[in-house]
């Protein structure tokens, strides 16, 4: 019985858009916003520690409130790191590339922003 569903699973990463229709219950879902995420983790699980950074530099005496935990095994992590990427691609080919370095995307006073590559 196993070996029949690992043949015939698709992940979700790979499946076709009509492949992947999963029922849900939206009835107990919450949102929060978070621009800080801490990654760590042990041999069997993924931890992400979620919260907001209201310093613009690290403060010693003011840590980041963590608010949110989210625990997976390596295997959801991996559909979720596919899912992401997808997902930023398809924003960067809308949008433009996101440049993660802040010291890239600083305007100095007189010069206009680079055109992003595409």
Known sequence: ??????????PPAAAPQ??????VDTTMLSAAYANFCRVTGTPEE????????????PV???PVKLTHRLVMNYFTAKR????????VQ???????VLETD?????RTAGTARPASPR
């Open 46 to 57: 993924l931890v992400l520690d979620f919260g907001l950074n209201t310093q613009m530099t």
């Open 80 to 87: 979720l790191l596919g899912a992401l990427h997808m997902a």
């Open 102 to 106: 802040i010291q890239k995307r600083v």
């Open 18 to 23: 009509a492949q992947q229709q999963f029922a």
């Open 1 to 10: 019985m196993a070996d029949e569903l690992k043949k015939t699973e698709v």
């Open 90 to 96: 398809q924003h960067e080919s809308m949008y433009g």
């Open 60 to 62: 010693p005496n003011e």
